[in-house]
């Protein structure tokens, strides 16, 4: 039984928000107390490896499907339907009516959003011609390349000015160019106001697109958080080329530093990289470089959501 | 709820006019000219055959006076016994050798004789291989001939007589229930399908994310019933068009229902639209639990067969409304319509049928509902995991 919360929205409040959200399919849990806050007019990125419970997350946060249990609140309403005129959605599988005209398709997926199919239409024709398919417009949809077939579909998830945009896994089967101008689409509808939320396996598109982000494995949140907190989860990686192959300033490595090529590469200690420069130097290394390189989304990535798997894993192993 | 009747419409309308404005519809509004087609062509083949093979050709041995009077007799008795199945009359003078005269036309092929009468109209005589009833043929052929014309009566018709009245409406009731049955065979059946091609193309998340899946299926429904009643609309200024061509009088020669003809035309559509809404839900709601095309097609045997046992069920209410199978089949949801039409072309009185379209109503309803929650449950997978049998073991 969920609970019970004030169907009221307001500004400070998140677009979306799910506390603790179950989801057992047969016996199989796909989701384990999944929760998250996605701040108004932000950009949010659900990472995680295939199978790890995001499009089921993205599911039960739109309404398609209930949770076993938890709580879900969208746009201020706990009933996600209730607020299925301001959202928009592209799902992981996309499809459309193959017979159906490209504008008669947008405006279509308009109207399913409350939008009038004459207002639908004549923006359906201002959108296709802004993004090059103005010749298309007319034309079925079986007719269509697949990334133009996308494209219409991406078009018709925003035709009717959404507030909340949840896309599953856009930027899957797009060539580099449109995924490129995906993002573009993705930080104009956010500097418009509209809060996004998309799932992506690639961390590039999430490391330069989202404000924050949530890595779910085995269907828990490992992390939540902005991502510079996710990078921060690693230490530094220290790369160190020296004049001298030995010597005292060998004691100053951790004991995990490993060769690659004429480099040293190690996590910069605890101490930081004052006392280390000191050892180096006092023991006679001769430093030609010496790197301290911040960690990218993507390490961060494989070491939560690897580490929070390999936890699953045991903890399944245990039971 | 404006947001639910949004949803339909956009979903019915989507559907309509997919459904509509597609060539395989104008081949949808021909289907009926295919059995007429059919049973023109192998009825008018059967026909000439049985007409060439089954109706006994006897050979008249008389004078041109004797077979004109013959002649006319049978046609003053075709009226009475069917021109078709009364036996035909050649005449031959009569040659020298009689016996010799007798076995050539036995044995002739053209036209195939089956028997010679003879011998005039005192002592006649027949020789051949009739059957008993083609004999009485002859007999009363002889006879009336004899007496040169039948007795005159004074007729005077009135209206209808009870007798007549109930059989004539009975006879309302079966047509009525049987077009019912039929055109709703024929067109619910497309509703099995009706899924498929939203869980094929995956449009169905889009859909589930915007509008509740009752809105799906209600829309669903509607926009069929909408393209179904445009046929049955093209069908029905067909057919009346065909019988006032056809028939003597024209429409107006119809059996006339207990309720009247406006009462009935209108309570017709309202079962109709019931009958189709109840059976399409029941079949959108299975069909909507089919992944593929083959398991549709698997799907759709079982299903005829079971609106025939409907028909059959329903039927039992003709010519008996009010006995307790009768009064069964209007309360059973999915015979009701059926079973209604039925009564409504022998039993006055509009009241049961006011509570029977709010009772099918309520039906179509609570079909639609149970079938949205098991497509929810089943097809996108949703609510919780705990089913009611584990529940009362916990």
Same mark, same amino acid.
């Given at each position: 039984m969920l609970r019970q919360v004030q169907n009221v929205a307001s500004d400070t409040a998140p677009a979306v928000e799910a506390i603790d959200i179950v989801k057992d399919f047969n016996e199989t849990r796909a989701v384990d107390g999944v929760s998250l806050a996605v701040p108004a007019g932000s950009i949010y990125g659900l990472l995680g490896p295939n199978g790890a419970g995001k499009t089921t997350t993205l599911r039960i946060l739109l309404g398609i499907i209930d949770p076993s249990s938890g709580l879900r609140r969208v746009l201020g309403r706990e009933r996600p339907l209730d607020a299925a005129e301001e959202i928009g959605y592209l799902p992981e599988e996309r499809g459309l009516y193959p017979t159906m005209p490209a504008r008669e398709a947008i405006a279509f997926m308009g109207a399913l959003r409350g939008l009038p199919l004459a207002e639908g239409r004549r923006r359906a024709d201002a959108l296709l011609h802004e993004h090059g398919l103005g010749e298309w417009a007319k034309k079925p949809i079986r007719t269509l390349s697949k990334g133009m077939a996308q494209t219409v579909q991406l078009l018709g998830t925003i035709i009717h000015k959404p507030r909340l945009i949840v896309l599953d896994e856009p930027f899957s089967g797009l060539d580099a160019i449109n995924q490129a101008r995906l993002e573009e689409l993705i930080r104009g509808e956010a500097d418009a106001g509209a809060t996004i939320i998309f799932s992506t396996h690639v961390i590039a598109h999430a490391e330069r697109l989202c404000e924050r982000i949530a890595i779910i494995a085995g269907g828990r949140v490992a992390f939540e958080g902005r991502v510079d907190e996710a990078r921060a989860r690693l230490r530094p990686i220290v790369r160190l080329r020296t004049r001298n192959s030995a010597g005292p300033w060998l004691d100053a490595l951790p004991a995990a530093a490993r060769r690659e090529g004429d480099e040293y590469v190690f996590e910069l200690p605890e101490g930081g990289p004052e006392p280390l420069l000191k050892a180096l130097i006092d023991g006679g290394a001769g430093i030609e470089t010496l790197a301290i390189e911040r960690p990218g989304l993507h390490d961060a990535f494989v070491a939560i959501a690897g580490n929070a798997a390999a936890a699953a894993m045991a903890e399944e192993k245990g039971e | 709820m404006r947001q639910f009747i949004r949803g339909a419409f956009v979903i019915a309308r989507r559907d309509f006019a997919a459904t509509v404005l597609s060539k395989a519809f104008i081949l949808f509004l021909l289907t009926p000219l295919f059995p %007429?087609?059919? &049973? &023109? %062509?192998? &009825? !008018?083949? &059967? $026909?000439? #055959? +049985?007409? @060439?093979?089954?109706?006994? #050709?006897? +050979? #008249?041995i008389a004078s @041109? !006076?004797?077979?004109?009077?013959?002649?006319?007799?049978?046609? @003053?008795? $075709?009226p009475a016994l069917g021109r078709d199945s009364l036996v035909r009359l050649v005449g031959y003078e009569l040659e020298a050798d009689a016996d010799g005269q007798r076995r050539r036309l036995l044995a002739s092929r053209d036209p195939p004789l089956r028997a010679v009468l003879s011998e005039g109209f005192g002592e006649p005589r027949l020789v051949g291989s009739l059957d008993s009833s083609a004999i009485e043929q002859v007999r009363l052929i002889l006879g009336t001939a004899r007496s040169e014309s039948l007795p005159a009566i004074r007729v005077t018709n009135v209206q209808a007589s009870s007798g007549s009245l109930d059989r004539q409406r009975a006879i309302t009731a079966q047509v009525s229930q049987m077009l019912l049955f039929f055109l709703t065979i024929l067109l619910s059946g497309m509703l099995l399908s009706q899924l498929i091609e939203e869980k094929s193309n995956k449009i169905i998340e889009v859909i589930a994310a915007s509008v509740p899946i009752d809105a799906l299926f209600v829309g669903k429904l509607c926009a069929m019933l909408a393209a179904s009643v445009l046929g049955i609309l093209v069908w029905i200024g067909g057919g009346a068009l065909l019988i006032q061509l056809v028939k003597h009088g024209g429409v107006a020669t119809l059996p006339p229902p207990a309720v009247g003809w406006p009462a009935f035309l209108v309570l017709a559509i309202a079962y109709f639209a019931t009958n189709y809404l109840l059976l399409g839900a029941a079949f959108l709601t299975i069909g909507a639990q089919a992944a593929t095309v083959r398991e549709v097609q698997t799907l759709s045997m079982p299903l005829t067969f079971a609106q025939v046992l409907l028909f059959g069920f329903a039927s039992t209410a003709v010519g008996a409304a009010n006995s307790p199978e009768g009064i069964a089949a209007a309360v059973f949801p999915l015979s009701s319509p059926m079973a209604m039409i039925a009564r409504a072309a022998e039993e006055p009185g509009l009241w049961p049928h006011l509570f029977a379209l709010a009772w099918q109503a309520?039906? #179509?309803?609570?079909?639609?509902r149970l079938g949205a929650q098991l497509f929810r449950k089943t097809v996108l997978k949703s609510g919780p995991r705990r089913t009611w049998w584990r529940l009362r073991r916990a």
């Amino acid at each position: 039984m969920l609970r019970q919360v004030q169907n009221v929205a307001s500004d400070t409040a998140p677009a979306v928000e799910a506390i603790d959200i179950v989801k057992d399919f047969n016996e199989t849990r796909a989701v384990d107390g999944v929760s998250l806050a996605v701040p108004a007019g932000s950009i949010y990125g659900l990472l995680g490896p295939n199978g790890a419970g995001k499009t089921t997350t993205l599911r039960i946060l739109l309404g398609i499907i209930d949770p076993s249990s938890g709580l879900r609140r969208v746009l201020g309403r706990e009933r996600p339907l209730d607020a299925a005129e301001e959202i928009g959605y592209l799902p992981e599988e996309r499809g459309l009516y193959p017979t159906m005209p490209a504008r008669e398709a947008i405006a279509f997926m308009g109207a399913l959003r409350g939008l009038p199919l004459a207002e639908g239409r004549r923006r359906a024709d201002a959108l296709l011609h802004e993004h090059g398919l103005g010749e298309w417009a007319k034309k079925p949809i079986r007719t269509l390349s697949k990334g133009m077939a996308q494209t219409v579909q991406l078009l018709g998830t925003i035709i009717h000015k959404p507030r909340l945009i949840v896309l599953d896994e856009p930027f899957s089967g797009l060539d580099a160019i449109n995924q490129a101008r995906l993002e573009e689409l993705i930080r104009g509808e956010a500097d418009a106001g509209a809060t996004i939320i998309f799932s992506t396996h690639v961390i590039a598109h999430a490391e330069r697109l989202c404000e924050r982000i949530a890595i779910i494995a085995g269907g828990r949140v490992a992390f939540e958080g902005r991502v510079d907190e996710a990078r921060a989860r690693l230490r530094p990686i220290v790369r160190l080329r020296t004049r001298n192959s030995a010597g005292p300033w060998l004691d100053a490595l951790p004991a995990a530093a490993r060769r690659e090529g004429d480099e040293y590469v190690f996590e910069l200690p605890e101490g930081g990289p004052e006392p280390l420069l000191k050892a180096l130097i006092d023991g006679g290394a001769g430093i030609e470089t010496l790197a301290i390189e911040r960690p990218g989304l993507h390490d961060a990535f494989v070491a939560i959501a690897g580490n929070a798997a390999a936890a699953a894993m045991a903890e399944e192993k245990g039971e | 709820m404006r947001q639910f009747i949004r949803g339909a419409f956009v979903i019915a309308r989507r559907d309509f006019a997919a459904t509509v404005l597609s060539k395989a519809f104008i081949l949808f509004l021909l289907t009926p000219l295919f059995p %007429l087609l059919l &049973g &023109g %062509l192998f &009825g !008018g083949i &059967g $026909a000439r #055959v +049985a007409a @060439q093979t089954e109706t006994p #050709v006897v +050979a #008249v041995i008389a004078s @041109q !006076g004797e077979f004109a009077r013959l002649l006319r007799s049978r046609d @003053q008795l $075709a009226p009475a016994l069917g021109r078709d199945s009364l036996v035909r009359l050649v005449g031959y003078e009569l040659e020298a050798d009689a016996d010799g005269q007798r076995r050539r036309l036995l044995a002739s092929r053209d036209p195939p004789l089956r028997a010679v009468l003879s011998e005039g109209f005192g002592e006649p005589r027949l020789v051949g291989s009739l059957d008993s009833s083609a004999i009485e043929q002859v007999r009363l052929i002889l006879g009336t001939a004899r007496s040169e014309s039948l007795p005159a009566i004074r007729v005077t018709n009135v209206q209808a007589s009870s007798g007549s009245l109930d059989r004539q409406r009975a006879i309302t009731a079966q047509v009525s229930q049987m077009l019912l049955f039929f055109l709703t065979i024929l067109l619910s059946g497309m509703l099995l399908s009706q899924l498929i091609e939203e869980k094929s193309n995956k449009i169905i998340e889009v859909i589930a994310a915007s509008v509740p899946i009752d809105a799906l299926f209600v829309g669903k429904l509607c926009a069929m019933l909408a393209a179904s009643v445009l046929g049955i609309l093209v069908w029905i200024g067909g057919g009346a068009l065909l019988i006032q061509l056809v028939k003597h009088g024209g429409v107006a020669t119809l059996p006339p229902p207990a309720v009247g003809w406006p009462a009935f035309l209108v309570l017709a559509i309202a079962y109709f639209a019931t009958n189709y809404l109840l059976l399409g839900a029941a079949f959108l709601t299975i069909g909507a639990q089919a992944a593929t095309v083959r398991e549709v097609q698997t799907l759709s045997m079982p299903l005829t067969f079971a609106q025939v046992l409907l028909f059959g069920f329903a039927s039992t209410a003709v010519g008996a409304a009010n006995s307790p199978e009768g009064i069964a089949a209007a309360v059973f949801p999915l015979s009701s319509p059926m079973a209604m039409i039925a009564r409504a072309a022998e039993e006055p009185g509009l009241w049961p049928h006011l509570f029977a379209l709010a009772w099918q109503a309520l039906w #179509v309803a609570i079909i639609l509902r149970l079938g949205a929650q098991l497509f929810r449950k089943t097809v996108l997978k949703s609510g919780p995991r705990r089913t009611w049998w584990r529940l009362r073991r916990a």
